[in-house]
């Protein structure tokens, strides 16, 4: 299934989300066009099972995805849709056609079926029909199904690369599902699912920053030659080629080790490996491409004004490490090597 | 070449399986083994302790049988060599052959030539080193002026070898020399890769003293030293190409971002159980960098598995791996208020003191980051 995933994605995305269709989202418009085609080739319900609608693909055929998402900077909300749809499925509730997003921030409150509250940082919220959030009451989380028309307020907000983060206002709405996560399924598999396809973009945007990087430094020519044979441009290239490779394996790791439940320690190391690795590419790229990079003509800031958004969203590497460097002392050194090799067992608790 | 290579991959199950079994053979052999050993990793010598491990069949791994080997996987060979660094056992002695001189015998070496020496390589009984370096060829490995001549009986072999680790200590070094003229050959062209005896007549190894006194480094003088016929592994005047297949085993192991584990170790006993914020945040740092490197090495031993060449992929393990190993006592040293002592203190303090001062030379051996990262860059079409 991944092979047709990705030869489909990419032929697709590499169509339709061009530069342009890039330029015209960051100054407000809607993709549509985008949207439909993912539409019409299933990709807005990949998440779920066949009895739903779906093709139940799992997260690690899926990877691919997000990545190729990430690589074409898509400016449309494909990840957060993917996540909407296997959180309510995960809740017991029917996966839902149209434009779903996902708020990663906010709290809500239920009066008795009504629900209150600020979603905020939410993709492309704007320009969705129905957002999915969180409900937390004690030790009990739903997954509640927002419509976003019956939102109070929608204050726009925009992250550094222009894409939609904004903030949904809901004052004693009815939701149109609210369904209860299961038992042992944790109230943060929003966010771990959010880092865990932003690790996947993030990966897929390095890459095609490395591409155009290593292309730039052969056509470029100084002192009479192309600077990509000067070794000091070698050796930054070559960092970034490193980088974009562990974050390629790391996302990838976090992805197919989630097929079954979220692996929020896999999750958890690759949203910091690719977070840092996306620091240290944008720094890269940019000084290789030197002034042409800075302009907003020049394709590279798209990708790099992404990468510093998403490093960030659902949690950055200082986040993700201190989650991770607390469950590894609390085991003690004795446990140490074990997490390593048998990282898949590792369960690792977000909410203190 | 490009980052596609990077292909998931796990531990098969039956590899996976050999862990226990190592694990409690290591438990119990190196009950009393302290920390401030077990940081010493792959350059802790202990010639009984190979012999044990070749007795139970953990050396030459991927061998034939009839020599001595398992046929097994690389795969099985990855599981039992991490279980060795992470518990910081001393496989030193037997490293170099089990890593490459076995594997290139094996791929090069005449019938006679496997029957010599690989049954004890698979015993722990025959230790290699390798003979790359000279006072003037360094990362210009191709400019090495060792040469052998043809006589008669076979070669006689004259120059010199430096930064040699463990010739002192080994039966054997192969040693890649000049057999053919340069300015005929070409630059990679002329070099042969020979099996030298060290206890012939007309070698002599000197020691050079590390920075922190330990002995492990040698230079290694040939004057007329006379070998068979057979000392000649491979083709004459394939070297360069013989060394370079070695390149890949030798840079993606786990001996490339393991070095510094017994100080991860040491850490988290000083830290303990409820950390401050940037301990949390730092010793999460390390467990995501670790975890990653793995799944790259990982990636590469499939990809020898699978016969490809990942010469560049390995590059970036190693040169990813040895920046990480030696960051570790850089951050540690930064998070926990105890000072490095190579006497006395703490274990942590004398651990942190040995992996300070040996974290300089995990970017030197088996090729140098500069080295490494132009080697990323012809891979990458820059070159």
């Not at chain 1, 726009?156 to 690369?161: E, Y």
């Not at chain 1, 950055?316 to 590894?328: A, N, R």
């Not at chain 2, 990679?188 to 020979?194: C, D, E, L, V």
Request: with cysteine; aromatic share 8%.
């Amino acid at each position: 299934m991944r092979e047709l995933f990705e030869s489909t994605i990419e032929r697709l995305l590499g169509d339709l989300s061009t530069t342009e269709c890039i330029r015209s989202a960051e100054s407000g418009g809607w993709a549509g066009g985008v949207w439909e085609a993912l539409e019409e080739n299933g990709f807005t319900l990949a998440s779920v099972s066949e009895d739903n609608g779906g093709v139940g693909a799992g997260w690690g055929d899926l990877f691919v995805v997000a990545r190729a998402a990430g690589r074409h900077m898509a400016p449309v909300p494909l990840v957060e849709m993917l996540l909407a749809n296997w959180l309510l499925e995960l809740a017991g509730l029917k996966a839902k056609a149209g434009v779903l997003t996902v708020a990663p921030e906010g709290m809500l409150e239920r009066t008795g079926n009504l629900i209150s509250g600020d979603l905020r940082q939410v993709p492309w919220g704007r320009h969705s029909h129905a957002v999915v959030a969180l409900l937390r009451e004690g030790e009990r989380s739903s997954v509640v199904l927002l419509r976003t028309a019956d939102a109070s307020a929608v204050t726009k907000s925009n992250n550094v690369a222009g894409e939609p983060r904004d903030k949904l206002t809901f004052t004693s709405v009815s939701p149109l599902e609210v369904g209860e996560l299961p038992d042992g399924v944790g109230n943060s598999s929003l966010q771990l699912g959010g880092a865990m396809l932003r690790s996947a973009q993030m990966a897929g945007a390095m890459s095609k920053a490395m591409e155009l990087s290593s292309n730039y430094a052969a056509e470029r020519k100084q002192f009479g030659r192309p600077i990509a044979k000067f070794q000091a441009i070698q050796q930054q290239l070559a960092i970034m080629a490193e980088q974009t490779a562990a974050a390629n394996v790391a996302s990838e790791s976090a992805c197919s080790a989630s097929d079954s439940h979220l692996n929020a320690f896999r999750i958890a190391a690759a949203k910091i490996a690719t977070s840092d690795g996306a620091s240290e590419a944008a720094r890269i790229a940019h000084s290789v491409h030197g002034a042409i990079g800075f302009t907003q003509e020049y394709e590279l800031q798209l990708l790099t004004r992404r990468l510093w958004s998403w490093r960030g969203e659902f949690g950055s590497s200082t986040f993700w490490s201190k989650v991770l460097g607390e469950h590894i002392c609390a085991s003690g050194s004795r446990n140490f090597w074990a997490a390593i090799t048998h990282s898949h067992l590792q369960e690792l608790k977000l909410s203190r | 070449m490009s980052i596609s290579q990077f292909r998931q991959s796990s531990i098969p199950q039956e590899a996976e399986l050999l862990r226990s079994e190592v694990q409690s053979f290591l438990k119990s052999e190196l009950t009393d083994y302290p920390l401030s050993d077990r940081a010493h990793s792959w350059m802790g010598f202990d010639a009984e302790f190979s012999r044990k491990l070749g007795a139970k069949g953990w050396l030459g791994m991927s061998l034939p049988i009839q020599y001595g080997g398992a046929e097994a996987s690389p795969f099985a060979r990855y599981v039992v060599i991490e279980e060795l660094l992470a518990a910081g056992a001393p496989v030193s002695a037997h490293w170099i052959a089990d890593r490459q001189s076995g594997p290139l015998i094996q791929r090069f070496g005449t019938t006679e030539q496997k029957e010599k020496f690989l049954p004890s390589i698979c015993k722990g009984e025959s230790f290699f080193c390798i003979g790359m370096s000279e006072p003037d060829s360094g990362s210009d490995l191709a400019s090495i002026k060792t040469n052998a001549k043809r006589t008669d009986n076979g070669w006689v072999l004259n120059g010199q070898k430096v930064w040699t680790t463990n010739a002192h200590l080994s039966h054997y070094m192969i040693a890649l020399v000049r057999t053919g003229d340069r300015e005929e050959t070409g630059r990679h062209g002329g070099m042969s890769q020979f099996i030298i005896d060290l206890s012939l007549p007309g070698v002599t190894v000197r020691a050079i003293p590390d920075l922190t006194g330990g002995e492990h480094f040698n230079e290694v003088f040939f004057d007329n030293v006379a070998l068979e016929k057979d000392a000649l592994i491979g083709e004459e005047g394939a070297g360069w190409q013989q060394v370079t297949a070695e390149l890949a085993f030798e840079r993606s192991g786990p001996e490339r971002f393991l070095s510094s584990i017994a100080l991860v170790y040491a850490a988290l006993d000083v830290i303990g159980t409820n950390p401050d914020a940037l301990q949390a945040r730092d010793v999460g740092r390390i467990t995501a960098r670790l975890l990653t490197l793995r799944d790259m090495s990982l990636s590469v031993t499939q990809q020898l598995s699978d016969g490809e060449n990942p010469a560049w992929a390995a590059s970036c393990v190693k040169d990813l791996g040895n920046a990480f190993e030696q960051e570790i006592p850089e951050m540690l040293q930064l998070l926990i208020e105890q000072q490095p002592q190579i006497d006395g203190g703490s274990e942590y303090s004398r651990v942190l003191a040995y992996l300070t001062q040996m974290a300089p030379s995990f970017s030197l051996r088996g090729g140098t980051r500069e080295i490494l990262r132009g080697i990323i860059a012809r891979g990458l079409g820059l070159r």
